[in-house]
């Protein structure tokens, strides 16, 4: 049976839906044409859904593939960071003394006299002139209290001068509960609601409840936008309702003009969850739901939380010291309660300092206590190893590899930094390496690219940038074995290399020029256009096949 609902313009029964969303109908071509302006702000093919488990999350309506953008979405509020040198209050710019412009209104500082006329700056001029004596700042380049309490004193001046972003801002999570009295909480209610008070005059008009809401909404849901150096904070509507996951089928990136972008990472399935991860996919899972924890108070059980070998990576695995053994140790789950460092301890939940590892092995049963120290111990070589040194990571990963599975989160870290690091060392890049550490590259980058796709598959940014480096050490594989193998070995290696390169640029496609990974894509480009003028160029110069 086909579906029969009401033309969204003229409400004559209409079969036709919009493609992309499913939520819209429309009885002609025509009609649809002519609702596109009003409904492509709300034409995304993910949808609002509220249960009692997850409360209010996003819902794919129809398959979604890998790559394809979900929603573009412009800031409700945005504003400096809570601790930060004095910005352009403007474009977030940061500030040096001597080459500022003042608002004429209120005093503020500005990068120019442009920025003095952005209307994200309404709230904070406003209130500066209703305490009727201009801000006058005479410190750049460190942090400066007056700028605390900036963003969210732009989301209290939305209860009475927009009541639509109000609205959105309140129903947001803020946590208020479990925030109140802790460490951070104090110091908010200090530096921001005693300051919007005393400073601003602004006591009578918003009251603790509401200015600490404020802050939780802007600590739980503000995003640090990374585009300028420092980042600048955005709250979003709807990708703020994006669940959390270990294992995200999601990734957010920003454009320049600071929209949040939210593409699915792998394919989608209608129906199911769109999920981001909200910390470090590359933590393992005692740090990831610590982190969840302190900072957005929710214990993870995410299926990559709950299997204690992540998905079969042995992310979190310790080498069995038994002899002969060559099992691993991981305890039987990581989901357990988290106690609260801030809050007094749980009688319920003393059970685990009997917390034990086991051999997946020989069953051999190593303490809590012993697992700790040792990755303590490991934690603070890793600390002080040289930065930017191949050979020191060679040497961590030869040692610790007598202590750790070879997939575990310290060896991957190291891994990862040694994969980018060979042939940045010279400015010849590659041609310089030697053959063991330009095989070494390539297994590294293929090794950590493969974990990648199990353990965090749209990590996008990460695995784009790691194909980069991949496809410039498979091009360079070929350089040296044409020297023996001649132009059609060559050929091959280029082939590979290019197909290694594409997917790159697909993976980096809504990376903005602004960030490393968006330069690597444009850089991509151009590479794939010589890539492909150096095979022609080539496959002409050979002899013609008998
Ligand atoms: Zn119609
Ligand atoms: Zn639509
Ligand atoms: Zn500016
Ligand atoms: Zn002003
Ligand atoms: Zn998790
Ligand atoms: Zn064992």
């Known amino acids: 049976m086909t579906e029969q609902e009401p033309c969204e313009v003229c409400t004559a029964p209409a079969e036709q839906k919009c493609s992309n969303c499913h939520s819209v109908f429309y009885c002609s071509r025509e009609h ?100 009727s004596e201009k801000v006058t700042i005479s410190t750049y380049g460190k942090p400066h209290p007056n700028y605390q309490c900036i963003t969210v004193l732009r989301c209290l001046y939305q209860r009475d001068n927009n009541q639509k ?69 955005a709250v979003f509507d709807k990708v703020s309702m994006v669940e959390h996951s270990c294992r995200a089928n999601c990734n957010k990136s920003f454009a320049s003009d600071g929209q949040i972008i939210l593409s699915a990472g792998v394919n989608i399935a209608a129906g199911s969850h769109v999920s981001v991860c909200y910390t470090d996919p590359l933590w393992g899972t005692e740090a990831r739901r610590h982190h969840l924890s302190d900072s957005k108070f929710f214990e993870c059980s995410c299926e990559r939380c709950s299997d204690a070998t992540e998905l079969g990576t042995m992310f979190s695995a310790i080498k069995c010291k038994k002899k002969d053994c060559k099992g691993y140790l991981l305890p039987d789950t990581f989901v357990l309660p988290i106690l609260h460092k801030t809050k007094s301890p749980d009688p319920s939940t ?80 590659l041609e310089k390496v030697s053959n063991d550490r330009l095989l070494l590259k390539t297994q590294l980058c293929k090794k950590i690219t493969d974990l990648l796709e199990t353990l965090a598959p749209a990590e996008t940014r990460l695995r784009g940038s790691l194909l980069f480096e991949l496809h410039a050490a498979v091009a360079e594989t070929g350089r040296r074995k044409s020297l023996t193998g001649g132009p059609v070995m060559m050929l091959r290696y280029i082939a590979e290399s290019k197909k290694i390169l594409m997917e790159s640029a697909r993976l980096l496609a809504h990376e903005p020029p602004e960030l490393p990974e968006g330069r690597l894509r444009l850089q991509a480009k151009i590479n794939l256009m010589d890539m492909e003028a150096l095979m022609q160029n080539m496959s002409a110069a050979l002899p013609a096949p008998l």
């Open 32 to 131: 649809q044409k002519q609702h596109w302006k009003a409904h492509k702000q709300q034409c995304i093919p993910a949808r609002v859904r509220e249960d009692g488990k997850y409360g209010r999350y996003l819902e794919a309506i129809r398959s979604v593939k890998a790559g394809e953008i979900i929603m573009k979405e412009s800031p409700l509020i945005s504003g400096p960071s809570q601790v930060t040198p004095p910005v352009c209050l403007g474009c977030y710019k940061l500030l040096e003394g001597g080459k500022t412009v003042s608002c004429e209104k209120c005093g503020w500082p500005f990068c120019s006299e442009v920025c003095t006329r952005n209307v994200v700056h309404t709230p904070e001029c406003h209130y500066t002139q209703r305490r």
């Open 165 to 233: 972003i109000w609205s959105k801002l309140q129903t947001l999570e803020s946590h208020d509960e479990e925030r109140r009295n802790t460490d951070k909480w104090n110091n908010d209610r200090k530096m921001i609601a005693e300051f919007i008070w005393k400073f601003f005059k602004l006591d009578g008009v918003f009251n603790e409840e509401e200015i600490m809401k404020c802050c939780g909404i802007v600590q739980i849901n503000g995003h640090e936008v990374p585009l300028l150096e420092p980042e600048y904070v």
């Open 350 to 429: 003393r059970g685990l300092d009997n917390k034990f590892w086991k051999c997946r092995n020989c069953k051999d049963e190593v303490s809590d206590g012993i697992i700790q120290q040792l990755l303590q111990d490991i934690g603070r070589e890793l600390s002080v190893m040289p930065k930017g040194e191949p050979d020191a990571c060679e040497r961590f990963i030869g040692h610790c590899s007598s202590y750790l599975h070879p997939s575990h989160y310290y060896m991957t870290d190291v891994s990862l930094a040694l994969a980018h690091m060979v042939g940045q060392q010279d400015a010849l890049g």
